[in-house]
């Protein structure tokens, strides 16, 4: 049986003047799910965010929340999604007076000092130290954390969060991370999280989803392959890498053209068929993430001026010795590529 979604974008795009900034024509978050956001920055992360929140409203298309439509800032949208910003605004009061202040917005103020001092706690946050501080007695990892327990305390069905650990320390961004997750596990807590952490990403989200140009990449792992291209003699188009690599690819739909390549289509072991396998890169493993639910190792490799991901057998991972730094060679079909 499916979930029911917190979310639904149907035929979804968003101008800023006469630039395109979001281009989303299917989308579905189920409630109790977490949604990673991955992408480079101005590919539209923090616009979509805002749709999320209905702080505004897309140009076309529509967002259903719960199954409905909804209003800007209606009553349903402000008492059950909370946004979490970078660097989020704190009021120039206590950390008690910050953390209390939308439920006294809400008029929800039954048991607020239990609630204010839970949210504290699931923050590492001690109420007897900390609710009486001034604002400005703040590190910048605290008062980020105020910020999140502000929006803990008013337990909401859905969390956004845009990059959430970016500007913290490494202390402060383990109890962020932590709190997030426990919101989903003792409530239910719907979150969608934009973060340039794609190890945490990785390990926590049941959806990636990667933004690039404001468009949804396909689901899955895939390596973006941004042009120009250059026509072969061969029928196919090669891009240059850098250190003299090249990628080739059929014939792309224009010269920019950014090309997809799944993580499953990318090869560290010579295949038998060498000849359909034209693209063979040499690179340099930067990054081992076990993906502990189908027990596969997601790999990022550098190749050049390229950051390219394969996915590989946990078993094969360990009998090869496959480290960071150690340098490897990719193989690719031309035909794996797909274009944006």
Known sequence: MKKPLAYQFKGV?????????????????PRGSITGIAGPNGSGKTTLLKLMTFAETPSFGEILFNGNKENLFSPNVRFNISLLTQKPYLLK???????AYGLRIRKDEKNIRARVAEALSKVGLPFEEFAQ????QLSGGEAQRVALAARLALRPQVLLLDEPTASVDA??????????LAARKDRGTTLVIVSHDHQWLNEISDTTLHLFE??????????MIPGPWTPQPDGLSCCDLGGG????????????????????????????????????LEGIVTQLVLDTKN??????????GLTVTTRLDQKAVTASGLYPGRA????????AVTWL
């Open 13 to 29: 795009e968003h101008y800023y003047g006469t630039h395109k900034v979001l281009d989303i024509k299917e989308l579905a978050i």
């Open 93 to 99: 009061r206590t950390v008690f007076e910050n953390t």
């Open 133 to 136: 501080r001034r604002w400005h």
């Open 171 to 180: 202390e402060s961004a383990a109890l962020i991370r932590d709190a997030s």
């Open 214 to 223: 404001g468009k949804a990449v396909k689901p899955g792992r895939n390596t």
């Open 245 to 280: 690599q090249r990628f080739f690819a059929p014939a792309p739909p224009y010269r920019d053209a950014v090309g997809l390549i799944s993580d499953r289509d990318i090869k560290l072991d010579a295949p038998k068929k060498s000849r359909e396998f034209t693209n063979r």
């Open 295 to 304: 027990q596969t190792v997601i790999t990022s490799i550098q190749v050049a």
């Open 328 to 335: 490897v060679t990719l193989f690719a079909r031309p035909d």
